[in-house]
């Protein structure tokens, strides 16, 4: 870890930004700040790529960490799966439940919790899940308690932000109020580490190409052009990174798969 940087998962300062933010408590009162944040490229659906990634789920046991207002929650419900979801957030956890009411508590149960001090049995689930939750946590901790909640041969699918594009980064450094201290994306020397407590992953970066959404808003100033043009893009894609594979590592996100 770089010395210069705050560890990941200061507990406090993470569960009051995200009630802040839940509660829609934590304006962007730079002007600066406000403009940047307009500029960020519309990101392809994470929700849909998970799902892609998990296949077949109903009847599984699936825990979910960082769940935010329950999106993927619902998502995982309605395709039959029982969920076990959670938010270091008591405003996250309260949303959650709301936008679940009618699986709870047949297949949906929504806690606040740490995710790396999780209270389940070993062995307790099929799949552990989350999308932008292990680069606000200590990821050595998480990686350890993902592998204790699933059982034998189960998997660990996670959508989240790539450290290595410098466009990317750039707009992190000049937007500082639009994320805790210590939130920052996963390297690939992050995610090698935490795969040392599985058999096995597998990486799918995407969202490269898509950062051109944000100079069709810079040169339109509009969203809806902003929107369309990163759905046009992201078809073309996958076969961008399969001619230039190594510009993979500029992508702006990566789905990780770690089997147990």
Not at 87 to 98: H, P
Not at 146 to 174: C, M, Y
Not at 203 to 208: F, R
Request: with cysteine.
């Amino acid at each position: 870890m770089d010395k210069n940087k705050p560890k990941r998962g200061q507990t406090g300062e993470e569960k009051d930004f995200h009630d802040k933010y839940f509660r829609s408590e934590h304006p962007i009162t730079s002007w600066l700040e406000r403009w940047i944040i307009s500029l960020y490229p519309t990101m392809p659906n994470h929700i849909d790529r998970l799902l892609a990634s998990l296949g077949q789920v109903s009847g599984k046991r699936i825990c979910e960490i960082g769940c935010g207002g329950g999106g993927l929650t619902c998502e995982l419900a309605r395709r039959g799966a029982h969920v076990s979801a959670s938010d270091i957030s008591s405003e996250a956890v309260s949303l959650a439940r709301k936008n679940n009411e009618r699986f709870i508590p047949e297949q949906v149960e929504v806690q606040e919790m740490d995710a790396c001090s999780l209270i389940y049995d070993d062995e307790s689930f099929d799949f552990v899940v989350g999308i932008s939750i292990l680069h606000h946590v200590d990821i050595d901790k998480v990686s350890r308690e993902i592998n204790r909640v699933l059982t034998p041969g189960g998997k660990a699918v996670f959508v989240e932000p790539l450290a290595h594009n410098p466009i990317s980064n750039l707009w992190r450094k000049l937007s500082p109020s639009a994320r805790t201290p210590d939130e920052r994306p996963l390297s690939y020397h992050e995610i090698s580490a935490m795969s040392k407590n599985f058999s096995s992953m597998e990486c799918q970066e995407y969202a490269l190409l898509t950062l051109l959404s944000s100079l069709v808003y810079l040169i339109t100033h509009n969203h809806q052009a902003k929107v369309r043009s990163a759905e046009l893009i992201a078809k073309f894609e996958p076969a961008f990174l399969k001619i230039c594979r190594p510009l993979k590592r500029y992508s702006g996100a990566i789905l990780i798969e770690f089997t147990k």
